[in-house]
């Protein structure tokens, strides 16, 4: 998940909370648990709301569409409902809280943002009062505001006008409430104004191809065109060249949008280059061909939408995730309760997420699993993820499923899963003194937008990071888990998040079929990886065992590790990561496809190896670790040295 901006709730705005950690030495608790933050949605959620509360409607005047960070006058009008608005109550108006659109204020009318009310409805008087995360509530004095009466709220009324959203969306609220009665306690409107906000100009041309097939076969190749932020919409007038194809039977000219259907006879590593007249150039990801090669299906597990913190509409996640990004699967994980409003509250945007996955799953191409995010302030987040057709929401606000113990009995019989992200740090980290069964909680999100939680010395480390908590840190305590990365984005791009922030993730999964049943068992398998974004092709073994594997004592001194990897930039180094410790780092010479066979000596029970290849762009993926099973008879302690 992302830092939120705001609760629906008078008493203040979590976002503010966040910050506010208060720790607990008490091992059932996250160790920088945040109590002030649970505590304030707690009465947020028990606070009574008056019948007029969230009463009338309002719409945009001038709702044409608006380009990203644009700067614009949006005339609101209010209509008061049935019950009016008492004195003393407030009309609470709070652009979106996301990315970039700019805070109301009253006080400096030429300044960006300038706010004001006005009404026809003699001895209505407003009195505004500024609130801190973007809020500006207009207080109702002298009468009562009656039913049917106008108020008209001109956001960005000054020179400057107010700036939208930097990221694309349809619908894009510009956020109403109401306390109707005074008592200090708002709620939003059911449909508050929203606008269009459209991407920008052509800034980046992607090439896309799936990582593997095997000769004599045909794979699509995609030509996206996006603006700067990796926004979608986007039209290119001219034409896309192909100035390398790699040797592969390609035409002279791409069109951008239309997937090219193309035929790979020999083995090999390609990567196709291409450039538009206007300068855009783009080099696609390596297609790994050879006989017998496993599929790989690239995955954005973790993602946000308007439905709760993040940017645009279900229906657009799934599309870009499907038509731009081309994964072969993605699972949209709103939170259970935070944002604007709450998706445990409202079953109708349960039912919408499920319903748009429906529609854009396509059978054998594209899998759209339903999910969620369990977003628990005491013991870490995680997300659920089903794979069946029914599914609940196990909001993590109701003791019933308030700590990870009680939601993984919930679970059991459904076929679903759960996986903990940002686990060392971020927003908050996860209570590791729970540690799964490995059939419920199978792999852990090592990466995303917030950073990485393998190590403390692992690129793009994480944030607000917690020491001994990460993902390594509990690996060394016994933990089995199989790696992935997935985005946790809210700028409304599953699979390529990293294009807009200096992170992203993605999953990679082994697995022949796009079907729910092929996607679970490999990850319940750990036949996964991790990339913090770019699609990196990665293999590695263990005496001939892949990633992911459990191997039994081995007689001989030494271990084979073989890993080989095809990188979209030059590769810095290979770590290979032994128990704890990076106990060789192979410089990668600039090199991008590498292959490497090393003698490592034995594993002894319960430790682990796997191998973090890092570019020098700063792009990175993390092979699933091998573990070492059974009783080691031999007593012979290893160093965990290896050489090559």
Partial sequence: ???????????????????????????????????????????????????????????????EPVIIGERRRFDILYEAGPLGIDVGGAIVLQPSPFWGWDPPQNEVNDAPGYTEASTDADGVVFDPVLAAGGMIAFHISGRALAEGERVRIVYGAG???????????????????????????????????????????????????????????????RVVVLDGLGNAGVELEDKVAVEDAAGLPLPKELIPGEPLEVLVEKPGVYRVRAASANGLEAESNPLVVREGIPRILWGDLHGHSQLSDGTGTPEDYYAYARDIAALDLVALTDHDHWGMRFIDQNPEMWERIRRDARAFEEPGRFLALTGYEWTNWVHGHRHVLYFEEEGEILSALD????????????????????????????????????????????????????????????????????????VRDVLDRGARFGFVGSG?????????????????????????????????????????????????????????????????????????????????????????????????????NDRRDLSETIELPRLTPGEYVYVRVVQSDGGAAWASPVYADGVDGHGVSSSGAATR
């Fill in 1 to 63: 998940m992302f830092l939120p901006a705001a609760s629906t709730s008078s008493r203040g705005l979590v976002l503010l909370l966040i910050f506010a950690a208060a720790c607990s030495e008490e091992p059932s608790r996250s160790r920088d648990a945040k109590l002030e933050t649970l505590r304030t949605l707690r009465e947020d959620l028990e606070a009574a709301r008056h019948p007029s509360d969230a009463g009338g409607r309002a719409w945009v005047e001038n709702d």
């Fill in 159 to 221: 020179p400057s006008g107010a700036r939208v959203d930097r990221f694309a969306e349809r619908d894009s609220p510009i956020w109403l409430a109401v306390d109707g009665d005074g008592d200090g306690v708002r709620a939003l409107l059911q449909d508050s104004p929203r606008v269009d906000v459209l991407a920008g100009g052509p800034a980046r041309l992607l090439l896309i191809f799936p990582s593997t097939a095997r000769p004599g076969s045909r794979v699509k190749l």
């Fill in 488 to 588: 946790d984005s809210h700028d409304g791009h599953p699979g390529l998040a990293h294009l807009a922030s200096p992170s992203g993730g993605l999953a990679a999964i082994f697995a022949e079929e796009v079907t729910r049943e092929t996607v679970l068992d490999a990850l319940r398998a750990r036949r996964v990886y991790a990339t913090n974004g770019p699609r990196i092709w990665l293999r590695m073994w263990l005496d001939g065992e892949p990633m992911g594997s459990s191997v039994s004592p081995s007689g001989a001194a030494f271990q084979e590790l073989r890993f080989a990897a095809a990188a979209t930039a030059p590769v810095d180094r290979i770590d290979i990561v032994r128990s704890g410790s990076v106990v060789l780092s192979i410089p990668g």
């Fill in 399 to 470: 003791p019933r499923y308030e700590t990870p113990a009680l939601l993984w009995k919930a679970l059991e019989g459904h076929s679903a899963i759960t996986v903990a992200h940002h686990s060392a740090g971020g927003p908050v980290s996860t209570d590791w003194s729970y540690l799964p069964d490995p059939t419920i909680e199978p792999v852990t999100e090592i990466v995303s937008v917030h950073g990485s939680s393998e190590a403390s010395d692992s690129p793009g480390k994480i944030y607000s990071a917690v020491e001994g908590n990460f």
